[in-house]
Structures are given as structure tokens and as C-alpha cells.
């Protein structure tokens, strides 16, 4: 994992999440997604806090404040594009990568590389777009590097009891015999590919 460009397959997988949520009306925010009981809204809301929560941490900041659910206030659209924007510039600092995040959401005192901290971010950002995507009745397409890299951060998520708790950020691994690659990605990260069917 050493090896991958976790910034630069980040900064793709962001930029996707922004392009969909400029789709966003305002009938929208109202919409349920396959993030088990949120909204449109409620997802926005969530990605938007993670994004200046990881920000945060990069610069070695490990305040649990930066990472409480924002309010999105009067332009749901408008604070998630800042709120994406802010972390893109925040991972395209330098040295960045070599930094040490603490990341107070993921446990009391975790502190990890910021290259595996970007990694986190990234399968986040894949799969929470993917997530926009269907609550919109529409598809993300990502070139098959980014979608290598987030099977092999997927295969690698903790499973068993972690994925149970409350507020975990992936369910139990659903099981899907399809070939397509995103879809095996969501599927072992909890997401039903049929999703709203089932």
C-alpha cells in the first residue's frame, strides 16, 4: 500500500462526490440513501464533517470537536463543496503524507501515518459517492486505478464485531457473485449493489 498515490486517488474520488452533489435540488436533500437511515442530507452532512475532521488531523490536530456533525446551514451544496474543497487543499500540502494524524472518530489516542490516514479517506469518499449516486437514480464511474486501489483498502477494513457496533462505517460484507468491480467493493463494505430493491 506503500507504493499507491493515496492523495492524488483521493483528490479523483472527492472530486466525484462534488460533481454529484452539484446535482443536488433542494427536493433531494429528503431522499433516504444506502447509508442505512440517512437522507441525502444526513449523508452531505456526515461527508462534509469527515472532510474538515480529516483536515484537521493533518495538521496534527486531534480535537473530537472538528469532528460533531455540522449543520449545513442554508446551502447543503454550497458547504459540502467548501467543506471538500478544504480538504483537498489540506492533503495537497507537502509532506503530508509523512505526517501523523490523530484521528479521535476511529478510537481514544489512534494516531496513524498520514499516507493510511489518506487511504481511509479515499475508500470513504469511493464508496460514500457511490452512495450519492444511487440516492440520485444516477452512477459514478471511476478509472479501474482508483477502483484497484479501494479493493485493496476494502480488503483490509476490520470485520467481524466492528463492523456491529453503533456508528460503525461499514456494515457486514453482503455477498454479491457479480463481476462488476465497484459493486464488489460496496457489497464487501456492507452496501447491497440492488440497492433500493432490497
Given at each position: 500500500?506503500?507504493?499507491?498515490?493515496?492523495?492524488?486517488?483521493?483528490?479523483?474520488?472527492?472530486?466525484?462526490?462534488?460533481?454529484?452533489?452539484?446535482?443536488?435540488?433542494?427536493?433531494?436533500?429528503t431522499k433516504p440513501t444506502p447509508c442505512r437511515?440517512?437522507?441525502?442530507?444526513?449523508?452531505?452532512?456526515?461527508?462534509?464533517?469527515?472532510?474538515?475532521?480529516?483536515?484537521?488531523?493533518?495538521?496534527?490536530?486531534?480535537?473530537?470537536?472538528?469532528?460533531?456533525?455540522?449543520?449545513l446551514g442554508e446551502n447543503a451544496v454550497q458547504a459540502y463543496i467548501?467543506?471538500?474543497?478544504?480538504?483537498?487543499?489540506?492533503?495537497?500540502?507537502?509532506?503530508?503524507?509523512?505526517?501523523?494524524?490523530?484521528?479521535?472518530?476511529?478510537?481514544?489516542?489512534?494516531?496513524?501515518?498520514?499516507?493510511?490516514?489518506?487511504?481511509?479517506?479515499?475508500?470513504?469518499?469511493?464508496?460514500?459517492?457511490?452512495?450519492?449516486?444511487?440516492?440520485?437514480?444516477?452512477?459514478?464511474?471511476?478509472?479501474?486505478?482508483?477502483?484497484?486501489?479501494?479493493?485493496?483498502?476494502?480488503?483490509?477494513?476490520?470485520?467481524?464485531?466492528?463492523?456491529?457496533?453503533?456508528?460503525?462505517?461499514?456494515?457486514?460484507?453482503?455477498?454479491?457473485?457479480?463481476?462488476?468491480?465497484?459493486?464488489?467493493?460496496?457489497?464487501?463494505?456492507?452496501?447491497?449493489?440492488?440497492?433500493?430493491?432490497?
Open positions: 500500500m506503500s507504493t499507491i498515490d493515496f492523495v492524488a486517488l483521493d483528490r479523483r474520488a472527492v472530486t466525484a462526490s462534488i460533481e454529484l452533489a452539484t446535482r443536488v435540488t433542494a427536493a433531494d436533500l437511515a440517512w437522507t441525502v442530507y444526513g449523508l452531505l452532512a456526515h461527508m462534509t464533517t469527515q472532510h474538515y475532521g480529516f483536515a484537521t488531523a493533518s495538521r496534527g490536530d486531534g480535537d473530537p470537536e472538528s469532528w460533531k456533525l455540522r449543520d467548501e467543506s471538500a474543497e478544504h480538504v483537498l487543499a489540506a492533503f495537497a500540502e507537502d509532506g503530508v503524507t509523512e505526517r501523523i494524524f490523530p484521528l479521535p472518530e476511529f478510537g481514544p489516542d489512534v494516531k496513524v501515518p498520514g499516507h493510511q490516514a489518506i487511504s481511509f479517506h479515499f475508500i470513504d469518499y469511493v464508496v460514500h459517492s457511490w452512495d450519492l449516486a444511487k440516492a440520485l437514480g444516477t452512477t459514478v464511474d471511476f478509472t479501474p486505478d482508483v477502483l484497484d486501489a479501494a479493493w485493496t483498502v476494502a480488503q483490509i477494513v476490520p470485520v467481524g464485531e466492528a463492523r456491529l457496533t453503533p456508528g460503525a462505517a461499514f456494515g457486514p460484507d453482503i455477498n454479491y457473485t457479480g463481476t462488476e468491480h465497484l459493486d464488489r467493493i460496496v457489497a464487501l463494505l456492507g452496501r447491497s449493489p440492488e440497492w433500493p430493491a432490497t
